[in-house]
């Protein structure tokens, strides 16, 4: 018996130590794979989170972040003139940025940008560096001597990226009329924004502003008219010691803008001083009391209305006197003068009464009808409103009609001549190409041809006969003819009797006139002691420069043996 449970208790050790054997190695696997199943989660967590995180920051606005956007600039469209010539492209450009998370010692970094970038704003520059941020800018468009520099100095968490940069080969050429893009390369002045409003904004927005599928934008413009235009403008400035000058050349058939000039401008490719107020573009956001360019719509108003014709006369022997003002002529003939010598002679006692045939409301009317009172319309988006009276009365109507009393731009006096001229009709100026077709889908007529042919006969003979104000415009072999307008300006809530704001304008040929050229110049001096200083000084000589120099790009032949010189129709 005791043999017996000796193995019976021998057996029972024997099965109780398999059992533990077995439970130890059920424990030390469970322990295992909860290892692996926690190792696993960590890792998924690690990534989850790496994942969220990215998509966090995908949903983050970039200009949120402390610094400046760091997308590239969007592309822009070349400009060209007429000819193709280009007129304003984009080039490539290194602008530099930093990563402050990335840089240890933010005084040594500014220390050594100072070396190369010297009017580096330093306490700007070092509250971003210090910021924490992940980028920033610190110098927009760089020079590529500038970008070699600031590499060769190594400098960890600075770098570059290429971006977008409007240039403008021919400089300040035609800067008034291109206008300027800002850093981003989006327009803010001139045909650029005009370019931008059209629907480029939308598509840089939208990232689809891609270069190959932009087409060029061609304009108007002549490069080598503007050229000359600009050229004609700066000299005259500076030979009568005028504070500014300008000259538009229009396409008197379609209302083509083909020149225009205004000094002082700017260089759009360095426009430190573009938004100086006499940087302003005088020739259509300037408005001016014109002078007696103005007679010209003056008399063409009173041939319209059918009460006056050329052989008409008016009065100018004495002096009109209305309330306290007393209207004059500045070299008066003391006679009964007849129409075309009201206009050559440039009476001011004649011009009024040709006004005062027609009536107040019929003189607005015309001059309404004639685009000086309302805000010109046409692509550049500097264009000023004219000025007039709130309420006309007799005192006004008779002082507009010799150019004093009502403020308009020198484009749209150019506008309105062309109207005079081409026989009738009116278009809106325009900076872009212009087929006669599309422009004859768009006039308006204004005047009776008989009208337009009277006033080129009055044109012509002002430049031809004795005694006309336009003899300085002429050009031989072109047939050039012309209004000049010397108006005093208001000094301390005076007229001015000594400062001047003077304007000629013109059109050629005048068999059948194809171009108006118009000049300003303002405050001009005498050239020398005793020489004078009206507009047939000074305005006219611009455009008889101007013409000689560019008739031939415009297409113009000369023609030396046919010359017909208009004859002055005088009743004493």
Do not use: C
Not at 86 to 106: G, M, N, W, Y
Not at 166 to 182: D, E, K, Q, V
Not at 483 to 509: C, I, L, M, Q
């Amino acid at each position: 018996m005791k043999k017996f449970w000796r193995k019976r208790i021998s057996k029972a050790e024997s099965s109780t130590a398999s059992i533990v054997v077995d439970g130890a190695r059920k424990a030390t696997g469970g322990r295992s794979k909860n290892r692996v199943v926690m190792t696993m989660a960590v890792f998924l967590g690690i990534y989850a989170t790496i994942a969220g995180r990215l998509v966090y920051l995908g949903f983050q606005d970039p200009e949120a972040s402390g610094g400046p956007v760091s997308r590239v600039t969007a592309s822009r469209p070349d400009i060209v003139d007429r000819n193709g010539e280009i007129l304003a492209t984009d080039i490539k450009t290194a602008s530099l940025f930093a990563e402050p998370r990335r840089i240890v010692d933010a005084d040594e970094v500014i220390e050594k940008l100072q070396t190369v970038l010297p009017d580096i704003e330093v306490e700007q520059t070092y509250n971003k560096l210090k910021s924490g941020t992940g980028f920033v800018w610190l110098k927009r468009q760089l020079s590529p001597k500038q970008q070699n520099d600031i590499m060769q100095l190594g400098l960890p968490g600075i770098g570059f990226r290429t971006e977008k940069r409007r240039f403008y080969p021919g400089g300040p050429t035609a800067s008034h009329i291109l206008g300027l893009t800002n850093i981003d390369n989006q327009g803010i002045a001139g045909m650029e924004k005009y370019i931008d409003d059209q629907g480029l904004a939308d598509l840089q927005a939208s990232g689809l502003a891609v270069p190959k599928d932009l087409k060029p934008v061609r304009l108007s413009i002549d490069l080598r008219v503007q050229h000359i235009v600009r050229d004609e403008v700066s000299r005259a400035m500076e030979k009568f010691h005028a504070i500014a000058a300008g000259a538009v050349v229009l396409n008197a058939k379609t209302g083509e803008v083909l020149a225009m000039a205004s000094v002082p401008d700017f260089d759009p490719n360095n426009p430190y001083n573009a938004l100086d107020k006499d940087h302003l573009n005088r020739m259509s956001a300037g408005t001016y009391e014109m002078g007696s360019t103005i007679k010209s719509f003056t008399t063409a108003m009173a041939l319209d209305s059918g009460k006056v014709t050329l052989n008409s006369t008016f009065d100018a022997r004495r002096p009109i006197t209305i309330g306290r003002q007393t209207i004059r002529d500045f070299h008066g003939k003391g006679r009964i003068l007849t129409v075309p010598e009201v206009f050559i002679y440039s009476s001011n006692i004649g011009s009024a009464r040709e006004a005062d045939v027609v009536g107040i409301e019929g003189h607005r009317e015309f001059l309404k009808r004639i685009g000086l009172l309302d805000r010109m319309k046409t692509e550049l988006p500097e264009v000023a409103r004219p000025s007039e009276p709130k309420v006309w009365k007799k005192v006004h109507s008779i002082t507009i009609a010799f150019g004093h009393g009502m403020s308009t731009t020198p484009l749209q006096t150019a506008v309105g001549a062309a109207a005079l001229m081409n026989g009738g009709l009116l278009f809106e100026p325009t900076f872009l190409p212009r087929t006669q077709a599309q422009a004859d889908a768009v006039a308006t007529r204004v005047i009776k041809e008989k009208t337009g042919e009277d006033m080129r006969y009055l044109y012509r003979l002002n430049a031809t006969a004795p005694g006309g104000s336009g003899k300085r415009a002429a050009v031989p072999g072109y047939r050039v003819g012309g209004k000049t307008g010397t108006a005093e300006k208001v000094v301390n809530g005076r007229y001015s009797s000594t400062v001047r704001f003077n304007a000629f304008v013109a059109a050629f040929p005048m068999e059948d006139p194809q171009y108006i050229v118009l000049s300003i110049i303002d405050e001009p001096k005498p050239e020398k002691p005793g020489a004078g200083a009206t507009a047939g000084f000074n305005a006219a000589p611009i455009v008889s420069n101007i013409i000689r120099r560019s008739a031939s790009f415009l297409g113009v032949q000369p023609d030396f043996g046919h010359e017909t010189e208009a004859k002055l129709v005088s009743y004493q």
